[in-house]
């Protein structure tokens, strides 16, 4: 069964850093691209950032400079490096994996990132 079980996130001051990391499971993880989405209340979920199978990344103009991701395929995980962050940012974080430029179907939990003083 396909799963992906996201962590790291928590509360964070304005300007600090967090690394979200993200492990799938029940899936070749290695031969799919792979983005982090971010969902904020009130707010469609978006992707902010992916990366390819291998190791090309794409990045939405928003986190562009401040995130980065990358991915270890010996441990089915995918990580975001978040830096310089800000209240905009705040916002439940998933990953997924991509077929045919479109996520699969099932969803992680998710983990709240919370910026604020």
């Known amino acids: 069964q396909r799963q992906f079980v996201e962590s790291g996130g928590d509360l964070v001051q304005p300007g600090g850093s967090l690394r979200l990391s993200c492990v799938a499971s029940g899936i070749i993880f290695s031969i799919y691209p792979v983005g982090w989405y971010r969902e904020a209340p009130g707010k469609q979920r978006e992707l902010v950032a992916d990366?390819?199978?291998?190791?090309?990344?794409n990045y939405a103009d928003s986190v562009k400079g401040r995130f980065t991701i990358s991915r270890e395929n010996a441990k089915n995980t995918v990580y975001l490096q978040m830096n310089s962050l800000k209240a905009e940012d705040t916002a439940v974080y998933y990953c997924?994996?991509?077929?045919?430029?479109?996520?699969?179907?099932?969803w992680g939990q998710g983990t709240q990132v919370t910026v604020s003083s």
């Open positions: 990366i390819t199978s291998r190791g090309i990344t």
């Open positions: 997924n994996c991509h077929r045919d430029g479109r996520p699969f179907p099932s």
